[in-house]
C-alpha cells in the first residue's frame, strides 16, 4: 500500500497561549514558540506506519510512505524528523503560510496525489494553529473519493479500510473501498487502533507515536527528499478566505480560592446565582 | 440574490439541536444581506424534522428526500446541498460545527469551489458586506476573516450563537430535486453506530457541566454522577480520562472535543491544559477542584477549591442538595 501523510509544522501548540498579537493587530506572532509537527499530523504518521508493516517486523516495510509539507526551506527538518521515524521518502512544496488557505493546500495537494497516485491519503483531521479541519474533506471532494473523517480505528481490508469514526454521541464505522482520504483523531494512536492486512490482530502497539532511533536518524539524511514549486502544483495561487485582523481573546477576571465546601455553596448561590 | 441556506442536521427523523444555531447565524447574515433564508433538511423520513424547521421563520424550508439518504454519507449529501445552493443562487450556505457539519461542509465549499469560515464565533457586518470572527491556536487568537468566493460556505461554533426560538409562521415546505452523487458514493459504505446512550442533557446545550479529570480513575462516575444529577448537569471529561477509559470519548471536553459555554462548568481533577481550557474557557461561571493549588485550572476559575476531589466532591453534593431543601 503507498500512503501519502501531509503534514504541516506549526508553532508549539502547549504554549499556545504565549502567541502574541502586535497593537496593530496584523498578525498572530509566535516568536519564541518552537516549531512543531501538528500533533494530528503525527498521529496520521504513525497510522501510515502502522499500515505498511507488520508490527512484529515495523522494519520491513510493505509498501511506502511518502510525507509532503507545505512551506518554507525550514520545514524540511519537520520532514527529516518523518523519514527518521520511518517514512520513506519526502516532498516539499515551496511556499509560506501567509500564501495558503485550505482551500488552495487542498487544490496543491490533489495536483500531487494524481502525480503520486497512493492508495491513501492520510492526515491529521485539524491543523492545531488555525484550527479549520478542512484540508482532508475537501481534498476528497475534489479528487472524487471516499472520505472517513476524524479516524479512532483503522483496519486494512482488501482494497478497502474499515474506520471507526469519533462523532457526536458515539463511533461510526465506514467503509472506504481505496483509494480514499483519511483525517484521524486523538485516539488512532491507542494500541490496539491501527491493523494492516499483515499485523496479527493480537498485536498491541505502544501507546502513542514511535520515536527515532539515532542510527535512523542518521539515516534518514540519505532518503530522498524533493522540493517542488506551487505553481507546478496549481496555476491558480488564490486566496478564497482572507484574513483582515487579529485579536486576542477577552481577557476572564481573576477568580477567587474558597475557604471550602460551604463557602463555595454559599458564593454560587448568592455571588454568582447559578445554583 | 444574497440569500442564505441552512444546512440542517437531523438524527432519526428529528431536527438536531445544532440546526438552531445556525438559524440565528442565517437570521443575522439575511438581514445584513438584505435576503432571506432557507433550511435544507435531507435524509430520508424526515417529515418531522421539516415540520419543525418549518416553525423557524424561514422563508422556505427545502426537503431532499431519499432511501440512498437515510444514513448521512458527506459524499451524498454533499452534492445535494452544492446543488440546492447552485440552483438557488445562494450566497452563503451556513451550517453548525458539529461532528456533521465539520464532515459534511468543507466538502460542500469545495465542490462549490467557494472558500470556507470554519467554526466561527462571530459575525461582523459593515453594510452588506460579512466579515467573520474565529477562534485559531486552541482560542488564544481571534482571526476577522471574510470569503473571496462569489458562494462562501460558514460552519459556527453552537456555544456562540443561541438557538434560535420559532417565530410564530410556518414556512412553506417544498419538496427538491436529489442530485447525483459522484463516483465517491460507490466506494463508501455505512457499516455501523454504536451510539453511547445517556439520559443526560447533550454536551453542547446543558445550562451546567460537570468534568472529571484523569484524578478519578475507575471511581469517574461513582464521584460525577451524584453531583451531575443534583445539578441536572451534563457530563463531561478530559481527553486523559477518556484515554484512560474512564469516560467515553465522545464526552471530551477541549479543542479537539466538544466545546462547551455553560452557565456553570466544574472541573473536577482537570489540570488545565491549554487544549482543555479551549473548549469550556468561555463558560459564565467556572469551579474548579484540584489539589494542587498551582494547576493551571485556577488560572481561568472562577471559584478555585484546592482539596482532595474524594472527600470534596461528595461534600459538594450533598451541600448543595441540603442547600435546595
Ligand atoms: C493534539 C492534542 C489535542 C488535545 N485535545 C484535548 C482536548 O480536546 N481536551 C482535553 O481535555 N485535552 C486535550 N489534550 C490533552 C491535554 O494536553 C492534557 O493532556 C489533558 O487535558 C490532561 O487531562 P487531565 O487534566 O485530566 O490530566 P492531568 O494533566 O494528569 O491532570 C490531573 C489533575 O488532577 C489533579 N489531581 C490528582 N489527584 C487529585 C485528587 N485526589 N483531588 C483533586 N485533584 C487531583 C492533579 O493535581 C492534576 O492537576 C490534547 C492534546 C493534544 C496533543
Ligand atoms: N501547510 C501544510 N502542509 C502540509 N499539510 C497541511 C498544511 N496545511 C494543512 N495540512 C494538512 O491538512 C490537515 C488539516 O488542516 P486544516 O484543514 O488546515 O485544519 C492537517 O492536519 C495537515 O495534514
Known sequence: MKIL??????????????VKIPPSGDRIDTAG???KPNPFDEYALEAALRLTEDGKAPKARAGEVVVVTFGPKETEQTLRAALATGADRAIRVDVTDDKLDGALVARALKALVEREKPDVVLMGKQAVDGDSNQVGQS?????DWPMATFAATIQEEQGALLVGREVDGGVAV????LPAVVTV???IVAPTSVYSLKTARTHKYNDGVRFAALPAIMASKKKPLAEVKLADLTADSGLKVQYHGFEPPPARKAGIKVKDVADLVARLKNEAKVL | MADVLVVAEAAEGKLKKTTHSAVTFARQAAAALGGTYSILVIGSGVDAAATEAATLGAAKVLV??????????AERYAPVVAEVAKARGIAVVVGTASGYGKDLLPRVAARLDAGYASDITGLVTEGSSLKYRRPMFAGNAFGL???ATPIQVVSVRQSAFAAADASGAQSPVEQVAVARPGAAAERVEFVSFDQVKSTRPELAEAKVVVSGGRALKEKFNQVIDPLADVLGAAVGASRAACDAGYAPGDLQVGQTGKIVAPQLYVAVGISGAIQHLAGMKGSKVIVAINKDADAPIFQVADYGLVADLFTAVPELTKQIQASRG
Open chain 1, 5 to 18: 501523510v501531509a503534514l504541516k509544522r506549526v508553532a508549539d501548540p502547549d504554549n499556545a497561549n504565549k
Open chain 1, 33 to 35: 514558540l518552537e516549531w
Open chain 1, 139 to 143: 481534498l476528497a471532494e475534489l479528487l
Open chain 1, 174 to 177: 465506514l467503509r472506504v473501498r
Open chain 1, 185 to 187: 483523531d486523538l485516539r
Open chain 2, 64 to 73: 431532499a428526500q431519499d432511501g440512498s439518504l437515510g444514513v448521512y454519507l
Open chain 2, 145 to 147: 476573516c471574510s470569503v
